[in-house]
């Protein structure tokens, strides 16, 4: 026999509530089946584990009158179709051109007994209730059956007290839940409370085991605890299930592979910049190059002066 066990307990947060109370709700048949003196858990110790397990139940059941409530639309919403369809095939057959005479006879006939009921749709649903059994049992007389036959709506009067039926009985289980509910705590808080009980109980037992004093059966411990711990590996892989759905819905379809986009093409390598002419020297007007300018005469002469050649300054006047 092994000298120590262990309780799986780890990831209970993750549960939903539904499968949290579950749980618990197993682990607790486990604990009340057997004497609780062979396991060494007070027996007020599951009573009060219990207590936590039931108004976690109370609180799911809470959350069912909501889904009541939903259904009871539902029903309502269908019913409602039915009594639009009565109505409806009745004012055709009396105002349609085309209606044959003993239709739109039909139709002036049970236009009267209607009357009375139209718009029964929209008031209170207890009293729409009570309304469509009147409607019913009206269109039932027997001088109405063969107005009934010529329309074609024999067929739609079980119907209508079908879809009746189902909302009322829809009805009345959501105030039963209703009523059974009383002033209680929050889902995490119940939740916390029943984990802490459960914690304790894990404990005595695993204190229980290990002292194995009678009447402690340690037999009968290892027993529970396996399958508590085969229970806890049930319920984990039907929660990891669940969850994989649950992304795999969410997940969007492959697209088709895309195109791959094409590598930029790479610049061409600039080619070498031209160097720039040297300008050319300018031109004269006529085409051609500037002479260089004179050099002074060698030697240190002096330029002519103008008007003779040797540099006299004297003046001579014309001959007569």
């Known amino acids: ?23 618990h709700n197993n682990v607790y048949d486990l604990l009340h089946e057997v004497d609780a003196t062979k396991i060494g858990v007070p027996v007020e110790k599951i009573t009060q584990y219990k207590g936590g397990i039931d ?11 909501s889904l009541d409530t939903q259904r009871m639309q539902k029903a309502d919403e269908a019913r409602g179709r039915l009594l639009s369809y009565l109505f409806g095939m009745i004012r055709t057959n009396r105002f349609s051109p085309e209606a044959a005479e003993a239709a739109a006879a039909a139709a002036d006939e049970l236009e009267i007994v209607i009357r009375p009921y139209y718009g029964i749709q929209k008031i209170d649903v207890d009293q729409e209730s009570a309304a469509i059994d009147g409607l019913l049992i009206d269109l039932r007389e027997a001088k109405n059956t063969p107005f009934l036959t010529t329309l074609r709506l024999t067929a739609i009067l079980p119907k209508l007290e079908a879809a009746n039926a189902d909302f009322r009985k829809i009805y009345k289980t959501r105030t039963s839940a209703r009523a059974d509910d009383k002033e209680l705590p929050s889902a995490k808080a119940a939740r916390a409370k029943t984990d802490a009980v459960f914690d304790r109980i894990v404990f005595i037992l695993q204190a229980a085991y290990y002292s194995g004093a009678s009447p402690i059966e340690r037999t009968l411990i290892a027993s529970i605890v396996k399958q508590i711990n085969q229970r806890t590996q049930e319920i984990f892989d039907k929660y990891n299930q669940s969850l994989a759905k649950k992304k795999a819905a969410k997940k969007p379809k492959d697209p088709t592979d895309p195109k791959q986009p094409k590598e930029p093409k790479q610049p061409k390598d600039p080619k070498d910049p031209k160097q720039p002419k040297e300008p050319k020297e300018p031109k004269k007007p006529d085409g051609e190059k500037p002479k260089d300018p004179k050099k002074p005469d060698e030697g240190g002469k002096k330029p002519e002066k103008p008007g003779g050649g040797d540099g006299d300054p004297d003046i001579h006047l014309p001959e007569e």
């Open 1 to 23: 026999m092994e000298d120590y066990i262990e309780i799986n307990r780890a990831g209970l947060t993750k549960l939903d509530n539904g499968r949290h109370y579950e749980y």
């Open 55 to 65: 108004v976690e139940g109370q609180i799911n059941r809470e959350s069912q009158a």
